[in-house]
């Protein structure tokens, strides 16, 4: 026998040394358990084949096993669409495609055996199924599945065969190499009482669930166990650490922030910013560490309070550091605060995976003798070779992109801790927030600075094209920007590229007076940093992007953000795309591109987003829609604190239940020593170990 947590991911038959690197740095799969504890992120039902004849445009998802006849194409340029007509003997559908066009007729044959999985729609009158799922008959094992997991694969791990599929033949092959159950990290208390699953059943069922309702067992027991023991952690641990970790006393404002109040500060601070300033001010001068998460809508001028925060901790000796979750963010940051800096005498520099050589080496030096007073950077700052000489704030900026770990590894660049302020515009209900961090502050920012024109936001159909770009073209000739995003998920990469390059084309042709501008997470850093500089500089006019460009750019030129597929995209996202526009005085629009045929979910998603501008409303929105999960739907992007199962928008409710358990057994035995406890005792020590976050953060 040999102990999972520790077995090499190489051992597993199928593995081997080269698939095993591409797993350690893809996925952080190292051993057995890491593999087992990889989730799917959605399921579909393949247990039963349908024949053509039987289905109808009021079907959900099903599958169909046979040929396709002939392949033909319809349409011109973005409407255009290929359809490849399939027969299983009993009838005829259509099978259609909108994108990727050239990379599907060249990857699927005529007259091959293929089973076909999607949903069935009418459609001038004939059945069709849009962008469908297909596999080689020969390589599907239909057999005695019930529902087919699907895993997140990158695109390095597909070129190396690493598939969904290949995903799935080395969980079961791990299963094989189990002999006896995993050994349960709850007490028989607690699952009894709880009517939970087992530890080994939840993970078999987790991977391969014989139908839903198992599954829900499965997600329920692995839920449960996740935020049981966050809570377990936070509830024993967050008095110890506030005793054991004083904060920083920042006393006196002083002529850092003076200054640059009276001098350089371009505008009046709105009553919002005021407030939340005088209340950080509060937590830096008390003596105690502060750990405040500031929200505020987009666009409501989060990064002069991060300024002026950093600006105290220069007056009282310390130094400050911003992080950004990409380096075009972190680069605009710098140039931005730079600015706002002149001529003061503050020495601020920036830190990304491009400084090298010569230049990182003196920037760390300049860095640990104190020479520097603000870092601002991206992942890069919290490298171990990075030292600071008095680290005394961090703020972080759109949180949500950090994992907690990230967060922890800052804390340890300073004898205390430092003060920490994290940033987003994505609202976490406050009660979410405070259950999971425990002593965390929440500061809200609810004005927008003065003058601002709310957003117009409308919804067209993509064949309505001709007037779109009248639109555009109108706009740019008044001097304004324009941003055209189009989607990029990890299922489908490579097609999604496509659709990026093909609507770069298109658009350099549907514009051939204007300069073009194209932004993707594939390129490298000094690539994209060149490109948007085109861009804020004026040079370029439209900027045709991936959602590399969602997080906190400011270009307050831009006025006309359209998102392409807006279908695909989730609210929160939507609206922090949308509000990358909005941010000068002038009138600005966002305009959401879908095809025809929607979901009545992606209607009401449209319909609020035209509606209102208001964050926290659309975020209350976002979570009620959502609701609690559908077999097919994706893990949706949106609010996830390094969770590998649970979902805070999602499982509120669970969390209170858990941390109701967590709480009474605190209560009952606070020193963590009665023998009734001793599994999770046991277990929370081994998580604080492996979770260097859970040490800290708490
Ligand atoms: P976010 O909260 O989304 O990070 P930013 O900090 O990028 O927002 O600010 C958005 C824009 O609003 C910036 O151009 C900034 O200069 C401007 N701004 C911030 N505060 C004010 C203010 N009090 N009055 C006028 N404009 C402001
Ligand atoms: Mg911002």
Redesign the pocket.
Known sequence: MFDITTRDIKYLPGVGPQKAAILNKELEIYSLHDLLYYFPYKYVDRSRVYYVHEIDGNMPYIQLKGQILSFETFGEGRQRRLVAHFSDGTGVVDLVWFQGIKYIAGKYKAHEEYIVFGKPTVYGGRINIAHPDIDNASELTLSSMGLQPYYNTTEKMKRSFLNSTAMQKLVEAAFLQLQSPLPETLTAAIISKHHLMSLTDALKNIHFPKNPELLRKAQMRLKFEELFYIQLNILRYSKDRQQKYRGYIFEHIGKAFNEFYTKNLP????GA?KRVVKEIRNDVGCGKQMNRLLQ?D???????VALMSMLIAIDNGYQACLMAPTEILANQHTETIKELLFGLNIHVELLTGSVKGKKREKLLSDLITGNINILIGTHAVIEDNVAFSKLGLVVIDEQHRFGVAQRAKLWQKSIYPPHVLVMT?TPIPRTLAMTLYGDLDVSVIDEL??GRKPIATMHQFDNRRESLYLSIGKQIAEGRQVYIVYPLIKESEKIDLKNLEEGFLHICEAFPQYKVSKLHGKMKAVEKDAEMQRFVSGETQIMVATTVIEV?V?V?NASVMVIENAERFGLSQLHQLR?RVG?GADQSYCILVTNYKLSEDTRKRLEIMVRTNDGFEIAEADLKLRGPGDLEGTQQSGIAFDLKIADLARDGQLLQYVRNIAQEIVDNDPLGVSLDNELLWKQLKSLRKTNINWASIS
Request: proline share 14%; no cysteine.
């Open positions: 505008f009046e601070l709105t910013q505020g987009v666009g409501s001028g989060k990064t002069l515009a600075p003065p906190g400011n307050p509000g941010r």
